[in-house]
């Protein structure tokens, strides 16, 4: 997927940071978690406007696959948001690893 040349390396660009957070701020008694999160219900994608790219694009034969993308349709179910939520405080107050 032609989009996962900026959003893989930007997912383990912020594993960096947290790591090195982690790190700068223990002496403060700070602690730094990286949730690695799936998909989850948003509205992130309830602003999408529709676009077109233009015939000539070299990118055209993806068209359809972006366009369901940016709409949130990508076929993976989506966890609701309360539940989510919930069971990202319940592991935080577990006193997790720097991961989870």
Request: avoid cysteine.
């Amino acid at each position: 997927m032609l989009w996962q040349v900026t959003y893989a390396p930007l997912k383990r660009s912020l594993e960096i940071l947290g790591d090195n957070l982690r790190l700068k701020l223990v002496p403060f008694g700070v602690k730094v978690v990286l949730i690695i999160t799936g998909a989850v219900e948003s509205k992130v994608h309830s602003y999408h406007q529709e676009w077109k790219l233009p015939d000539t694009s070299l990118y055209v034969v993806f068209e359809e696959s972006f366009t369901k993308r940016a709409k949130g349709d990508n076929g993976s179910p989506r966890m609701d948001k309360q539940t989510y939520a919930k069971g990202v405080v319940s592991k935080l107050l577990a006193n997790p690893g720097p991961k989870f």
